[in-house]
């Protein structure tokens, strides 16, 4: 082709592109004035999955950090049959201590089939005289009377320190028989004077050791 037709050619296809072409300075400022209209907008969606994840976290906790309400929630629902179950065993803790390990094997048996749920009924019946406010204070005594000492346990208030019922075992010698325990229990009510029997357990004609020996 030639030279000057090449020219003519070129001109008019300036001539006819040009109302359609567009800086691209253009397009850039567009572009970043619709990016800052979008970022003025509140994120909806993630504000929700923000909420719904902070929903989920706190639904699934369980830890619940101890306060003062809620340790007498807790106490409040240890009942009163509880309360007597666990001192009984702590009565039956004591009876085996004041035997002693010399004497254990051989009152065990007779002990735990005969004389022990004489005491747990005289303990629940103590205990269940008494009121929701008034059994929260019940304690036992720790350690039962070593040597000839009578005394098993006391069950006593812990307000006043003033025994309610005590438990003791009394040793003796009955002539051409030989040695007995005789448990017996002793009530506040009327000054711990008045002898209220459990039972009488055999031991042997020999002299019994001393107790929790």
Not at 90 to 111: C, S, T
Not at 181 to 203: C, R, S, T, V
């Amino acid at each position: 082709m030639k030279l000057w037709l090449r020219k003519i050619m070129v001109a008019l296809v300036a001539v006819v592109t040009l109302g359609m072409y567009v800086p691209p300075i253009a397009l850039t400022t567009d572009a970043e004035e619709s990016k800052d209209a979008l970022s003025e907008r509140p994120n909806v969606d993630e504000q929700n999955a923000t909420v719904s994840i902070t929903e989920d976290r706190y639904a699934s906790v369980s830890y619940v950090e101890p306060t003062e309400s809620n340790v007498d929630i807790a106490e409040s629902t240890f009942t009163k049959e509880d309360y007597i179950d666990e001192i009984t065993e702590q009565a039956k803790e004591q009876a085996f201590m004041k035997f002693g390990p010399r004497m254990i094997d051989q009152v065990e048996g007779e002990f735990t089939a005969h004389i022990l749920p004489v005491m747990e009924d005289v303990l629940e019946s103590v205990m269940e005289d008494a009121s929701d406010d008034e059994i929260r204070y019940y304690a036992i005594t720790e350690e039962p009377a070593r040597g000839l000492g009578e005394r098993i346990f006391n069950i006593y208030d812990e307000r006043n320190e003033k025994d309610i019922v005590r438990f003791h075992v009394r040793r003796e010698n009955r002539p051409l028989e030989g040695y007995w325990f005789n448990f017996h229990y002793h009530l506040n009510e009327d000054n711990f004077e008045k002898h209220h029997d459990i039972g009488d357990m055999y031991w042997d004609k020999n002299i019994p050791p001393r107790w929790m020996s």
